[in-house]
């Protein structure tokens, strides 16, 4: 093997986006070492300078001519291209929400943002694995760097405990999908790439090793995305992580694992399908169920949160189980609307606790009459979560229920719509707690509200990307045609999972024939009378 | 230009939302300015409209959103012109009828402006996912103005009405994706051909899917409840605009797609239909002779009169539909104003117990206007001959007498009630000895009384000249019945040489109903 065609197999460029992330995670790293405390000034911006200029690198990279690297490790396809970007815009809106708040805290800015990049980093590498060790390797990565992200404010017993649980549920259910792994490593005769396991498994049929892996491979994702009953992790570790963290698991690690859903259980499992489909059916179903149920009943707004966001991810697993285009674009857009739309709630809710220093829902009344912004911004994340029209939420689950209705999912997309209704109803709760309040009625953090102002150093980005998400939310869904077309497109120029999508059509046609049918004969009957 | 018929509320909505702390008094000015131009705009819209034609007029047509076929498509035909007149017309005297005091001007005056913007929408969107958007819209904000500007128990009623109200939509979104996903169409444009690709038990379960979202809205009779809590509690404006336009949206709604969309299940739960008819007149109307709650009063009067609609539609001959179409205009006029009315008596007295109130038709100390416009817009709504009520319900109980003649009887029975309840009403707060503590209360301005004075005169005008209100809607509601009509001969003549013939002998005895040249 000569040099020049080792270097075509390494084909180096495809991770480039994840090279400016290292670099970016290494220059803040000895900037901060270098300059101490004064370093908190521009480490959050060499971040962020670091996240879009991966941004762009990634942009650059959309439908590249070879995008397998590493002798098939890595998978640079415009589907990973599109979580991967999602990845990372979450992190930077974390970024720039979370620099007050850190400060105030006490800890090291640069410490965090460090251990956030190699969390995105984690996330980045595993939307793109196609090989079962890179895969568990940037799982770890991930993982790893979640817990400490969790545990970091270390003098709060809170945080503690949620380190604490986070890590222990993580530790084991990193160990089953490894298991699952290994035993997709034996079943296939040695292979670790998926593309090559899932040829050779063919071979071999149906086996209940095979059945025992797919089922801690889903226990495995399924935790990562907090599908229920994989959920129990979820409220303790949101309501005890510092906020912003909780914004980043609740986004970039929930689009990671997706897009780890789609890969291994699409490519790995085609023989398979049906068995898979049904689990997430019921994983979707539950979760929507319980995540909108469980809301109704919170008081604090993280946990409304948590459970919300278990809720949300029930939603994005129908267009997973869609299997089709329209359902894979969906999911997609899904996420990235969700994005926009639950870090902007997240900005409030931490903009709303640096300066009352609670999160209690009932602590938010009468908010609208002393901070009419936030309760506009937070209301109308809020709204939109709920689906209500023309907030892009709606527009989301409007493509999502649709993929699903037109795979043939009535009882997931029935079950969708009537859950939708009820998150409806705690979501507004929330708005009415801040709208409806008259001024007597106000609580008492927002009696002592201080007087609105955004010069303190680091609200700034915080009004930022409050901003931003705000008016992502707002418009997205009203223009969503281009957005929705270049997910369309992400998925269409995935070789990775051509195979079914053409297996989904087939069945489609199938299900379409006996309906043509009948139409077919009334025009022959139409026609022999004339 | 329909475009603009809707946009303009929400523009104006958005710049009232905008506007400075100190001249949150100008959100009033600037709702007013919106919603007069919406009227002017939409009577060029009337001056142009041609009567003759069925179809949909001034059509727009855009792409939006390729990829599940929903794109922006609205025109106006017959049916919905008169709605739109009425939304245009009331959303002006609803900011006019509102307090210079009310706290929260820019919040209060940019959700009425969304909920204008929304209905109009509403009424004239012809992509059914276009439809659902806007009936969606005016969700939070009405709810927003039960919530903050309501009574005592607002908290209960409007919360009540949020979760009917979404309970609603989700099952026309439901029905909606069920209409276009089953049939297979790649488009959510409203395309009459639709119903041809489902089977008879997909089409008859999609429409009752539809039959419940909207009965929610109108109300039927069992999903009514919200209705009377929601009008008890919300301030007069928002109950003017609550009784005069947004039950409309479900009438509409169902005629619409009910009717328009699904002909052929419409023909299987028509006498389903009508029974709830008759059911909601008679209980709407027996519960309002024993309510001592002015207001209440008159919000079950609204669910009697919804019930009257039901049974037009249910029917579906030509004449039937003309007159349900006016039975809405009507009900939308009569109870904006009587809800006006009861609403100065509430504001000047505090209360609305008709066991304490008197003799408010005192020429000296009482409210011998008010109490003279309560009488006529209360015999308008008993369905006396020369008011608009008469209009309307002799064109709905003539047209469905020939497809169900008890039912028919039975909600004739209703106008009966109509007239007992209101009468007892009007004897009670009217008539008699003004009491001691009623004797110095404040009056009525003039300037007050000017939204009052308009609905009034509507009221009066299309009862003598009933023509001004029909003739707009009669070509597309004899669009509307051939359809059925051949739905109809479908059912009874497969074969399509004699259906052809058999349409035209059961359309002309259709026709044979009397014109509405004979009501005048």
């Known amino acids: 093997m000569d040099v020049a065609n080792l270097a075509s197999q390494l084909n180096v460029g495809v991770i480039l986006p994840e090279g400016i992330v290292i670099l970016t995670l290494l220059t803040v790293l000895i900037v901060d070492i270098i300059r101490g405390r004064a370093a908190n000034a521009i480490t959050p911006y060499i971040a962020i300078g670091g996240l879009s200029a991966s941004l762009a690198a990634l942009c650059l990279q959309w439908n590249i001519a070879n995008p397998v690297s590493f002798l098939g490790s890595f998978n640079g396809d415009p589907l990973s291209v599109v979580f991967r970007a999602i990845v990372v815009l979450s992190a930077a809106f974390t970024i720039l929400m979370s620099i007050r708040y850190v400060e105030r805290s006490g800890t090291s800015l640069g410490e965090f943002i460090t251990i956030l990049l190699t969390a995105t980093l984690g996330g980045m590498f595993l939307c793109g694995a196609s090989e079962l060790v890179m895969i568990f390797v940037a799982l770890e990565t991930l993982s790893i760097s979640s817990y400490l992200l969790t545990g970091y404010m270390k003098r709060d017993s809170r945080s503690n405990e949620a380190a604490l649980k986070y890590l222990l549920i993580g530790a084991s259910s990193s160990a089953l999908f490894l298991y699952g792994v290994s035993l997709l490593y034996g079943l296939s005769g040695g292979e670790t790439q998926l593309g090559a396991i899932a040829a050779n498994l063919t071979a071999g049929g149906q086996s209940l090793g095979l059945i025992m892996a797919l089922v801690f491979v889903i226990a495995g994702v399924a935790f990562k995305i907090s599908a229920v009953p994989f959920h129990q992790w979820t409220p303790d570790v949101y309501e005890g992580s510092p906020t912003p963290v909780v914004a980043f698991l609740s986004v970039g690690s929930k689009t990671a694992g997706f897009a780890l859903a789609v890969r291994l259980l699409v490519v790995v499992f085609p023989l398979l399908a049906d068995e898979w489909h049904f689990v997430f059916t019921v994983l979707a179903m539950l979760s929507m169920i319980l995540g909108n149920m469980v809301a109704l009943a919170q008081t604090s707004m993280k946990r409304l949160l948590a459970y919300s966001s278990i809720g949300q991810a029930g939603f994005v697993m129908i267009g997973l189980i869609a299997g089709t285009e329209v359902g894979y674009a969906s999911m997609i857009f899904y996420l990235l609307v969700y994005l926009f739309m639950n870090l902007g709630g997240f900005a409030c809710v931490i903009l709303f606790s640096l300066r009352t220093g609670t999160d209690q829902i009932s602590e938010y009344s009468g908010l609208y009459h002393k901070d009419p912004l936030i309760t506009l911004c937070l209301s109308l994340c809020l709204l939109s979560l709920g689906g209500i029209p023309p907030l892009a939420g709606f527009f989301g689950k409007i493509y999502l229920f649709w993929a699903g209705w037109q795979a043939g999912l009535y009882p997931l997309v029935l079950v969708g719509l009537v859950t939708s209704v009820i998150s409806i109803y705690y979501y507004i709760r929330v708005v009415k707690m801040m709208v409806v309040r008259e001024p007597q009625e106000m609580s008492d953090a927002v009696k002592n509200y201080p007087k609105v102002s955004w010069d303190a150093p680091g609200l700034k980005p915080l009004q930022v990307g409050l901003v931003i998400s705000v008016v992502a939310t707002t418009l997205v869904g009203v223009a969503s045609n281009p957005v929705f077309t270049l997910a369309i497109d992400s998925v269409e120029n995935s070789p990775a999972l051509s195979a079914s999508l053409a297996k989904a059509k087939e069945k489609s046609a199938i299900a379409v024939l006996p309906k043509d049918s009948p139409s077919l004969e009334v025009t022959k009957v139409a026609s022999a009378k004339l | ?520």
């Open chain 2, 1 to 520: 230009m329909l475009s603009a018929l809707i946009w303009i509320p929400f523009i104006a909505a958005l710049v009232i939302a905008l506007l400075p702390q100190q001249r949150e008094k100008q959100a009033r000015t600037v709702a007013g300015v919106a919603a007069g131009l919406a009227l002017a705009l939409s009577i060029v819209v009337l001056a142009q409209f041609d009567i003759s034609l069925a179809g949909f007029q001034f059509q727009e047509t855009l792409s939006w959103i390729d990829n599940i076929g929903l794109s922006y498509n609205i025109g106006i035909d017959g049916i919905s012109l008169p709605l739109v007149m009425l939304t245009t017309l009331l959303i002006v005297l609803v900011i006019y009828a509102t307090g210079h005091d009310i706290e929260r001007p820019r919040l209060y005056y940019a959700m009425i402006m969304m909920i204008a913007g929304g209905v109009t929408g509403v009424f004239l969107a012809r992509d059914l996912l276009l439809f659902f958007l806007f009936y969606e819209v005016e969700l939070i904000p009405l709810y927003l103005l039960i919530a903050i500007w309501g009574g005592k128990n607002r908290a209960y009623a409007s919360t009540k009405f949020l979760i009917y109200t979404a309970v609603s939509g989700v099952l026309l979104l439901a029905s909606i994706l069920g209409i276009v996903g089953l049939s297979g169409s790649g488009s959510f444009t409203v395309d009459a051909s639709i119903a041809q690709a489902l089977s008879s038990a997909q089409q008859i379960t999609l429409l009752l899917g539809l039959v419940v979202a909207f009965g929610i809205k109108i109300p039927m009779v069992p999903l009514h409840t919200w209705l009377p809590d929601a009008h008890t509690e919300a301030s007069t404006p928002v109950s003017m605009l609550l009784a005069g336009i947004l039950l409309k949206l479900g009438t509409y709604g169902l005629l619409r797609f009910g009717l328009g969309l699904l002909p052929d299940a419409w023909d299987v739960i028509a006498p389903g239909l009508a029974v709830v008819a008759v059911i909601s007149t008679l209980y709407g109307s027996l519960n309002a002779i024993v309510q001592q709650d002015m207001k209440k009063l008159v919000a079950y009067s609204s669910i009697g009169h919804m019930g009257y609609i039901i049974l037009g539609m249910a029917a579906a001959t030509e004449l039937s539909i003309i007159g349900t179409v006016a039975q809405m205009v009507s009900h939308g006029v009569i109870s904006a104003l009587l809800f006006l009315l009861v609403g100065f008596i509430y504001s000047r007295t505090g209360t609305r117990d008709m066991n304490v109130l008197r003799g408010f038709l005192n020429p000296e100390r009482g409210f011998p206007l008010v109490g003279s416009l309560m009488i006529l817009g209360v015999m308008a709504s008993s369905g006396l001959p020369g008011m608009v009520g008469f209009v309307a319900e002799f064109c709905i109980f003539r047209g469905s007498f020939i497809t169900f003649p008890l039912q028919t009887l039975l909600c004739i029975v209703g106008t009966g009630l109509t007239s007992v309840y209101f009468l007892l009403m009007v004897n009670r707060v009217f008539f008699g000895r003004l009491p001691e503590q009623f004797s110095n209360i404040p009056r009525v301005s003039f300037r007050e009384q000017v939204p009052a004075a308009v609905l009034a005169s509507l009221l009066v005008m299309f009862g003598l000249q009933p023509h001004w209100l029909l003739e707009w809607t009669e070509a597309s509601a004899h669009a509307m019945a051939m359809l059925q009509v051949k739905a109809l001969a479908e059912v009874q003549q497969p074969d399509e040489s004699v259906a052809m013939v058999d349409n035209e002998a059961i359309a002309s005895t259709v026709l044979t109903a009397p014109s509405i040249e004979a009501v005048n």
